[in-house]
């Protein structure tokens, strides 16, 4: 009997999500990505873009390391095929479509390269501070040594202070954190940001039959203030607007308060707004079913690619 292979190519943007963005439709389609950083443009199609070697991998007795990667492929179909109803019949889903697309938005919003790469930096920041601490006077260092021994954790006594010192001091050395516990605290958040979701009322965005058209990206949750203002801003707060686009003429738009019908149908300069947001908010990919996009800037409708 065969073993099937580990999986060590992991998606953190669905395949058949980003599927709806492609000339097709579908996952063997074809898109434009274009490159933010270097203005350059190729195409492609969704197997070969939003994903990141070993990005679910869980080191657990008893589980294959692809297990979350596996688990997450059920839910991600269904949701998906939530989308694909809400494209269809352009009409707002049902309770159960409603719930299902929330959920891969908030995963989404959660899990990606972008988020965890910030989060990654901030902890190591704070780690490398420790460190600098517990090597600023002898008396901490023992201090935190014999806490340690206490705990069970064994220091070797070849390891002097002023070693310890001498190797932070000269920073010769490199943090690196598992995605297993990267997925631990991706999932912590995605429980306190769901509810967060559901209390937003939330509309169907329908793009101009004649164009332009929704964008994707590789961090299509796009967060904003209603006002356009600048600052710090969170899912939680007041006056803000969070859109995520699910196909080529169909977008998804949350806020808290003075909300839009169910269904809005768009001119061509909201379907722009959006995908200025959608652009800005890339890690480094932007998604389009055709080389030129729509974004709005300074007051008009101006083609992007």
């Not at 389609?29 to 492609?44: A, E, K, N, P, Y």
Request: hydrophobic share 40%; proline share 6%; with cysteine.
């Amino acid at each position: 009997m065969a073993v099937k292979p580990i999986s060590r190519r992991h998606h953190y943007l669905p395949q058949s999500y980003l599927a709806a963005f492609t000339d097709t439709g579908l996952k063997g389609g074809q898109f434009f990505v274009l490159d933010i950083q270097t203005g350059h443009s190729f195409r492609t199609s969704p197997l070969n873009v939003g994903a990141e070697r070993d990005f679910n991998r869980v080191d657990i007795e008893g589980h294959a390391p692809d297990a979350i990667e596996n688990a997450l492929a059920p839910f991600e179909g269904e949701a998906v095929d939530a989308i694909r109803r809400v494209i269809d019949s352009e009409a707002f889903p049902t309770d159960s479509d409603w719930n299902l697309i929330l959920n891969l938005l908030g995963l989404i919003a959660v899990r990606n390269p972008k988020l965890r790469g910030s989060f990654n930096r901030s902890r190591g920041q704070m780690l490398r501070t420790i460190g600098d601490l517990l090597v600023s006077d002898k008396k901490i260092w023992d201090h935190h040594v014999k806490k340690t021994c206490a705990a069970g954790e064994d220091i070797s006594d070849s390891v002097s202070f002023e070693d310890a010192r001498q190797f932070v001091e000269n920073g010769n050395y490199r943090i690196e954190f598992h995605p297993q516990g990267n997925l631990r605290v991706e999932f912590h958040a995605f429980d306190e940001l769901l509810p967060l979701l559901g209390q937003r009322t939330w509309s169907v965005l329908v793009a101009p039959s004649d164009g332009p058209e929704f964008i994707c990206s590789d961090h299509p949750v796009t967060l904003a203030w209603k006002s356009g203002q600048s600052g710090p801003i969170g899912f939680k707060l007041k006056e803000t607007e969070v859109f995520f686009p699910l196909g080529r003429h169909v977008g998804f738009y949350g806020v808290f308060e003075s909300p839009l019908k169910p269904v809005v149908r768009c001119k061509p300069g909201h379907v722009a707004t959006m995908n200025k947001r959608v652009a800005w908010n890339s890690e480094r990919h932007v998604y389009s079913s055709i080389e030129s996009f729509f974004v709005w800037d300074e007051g008009q409708a101006r083609r992007l690619g």
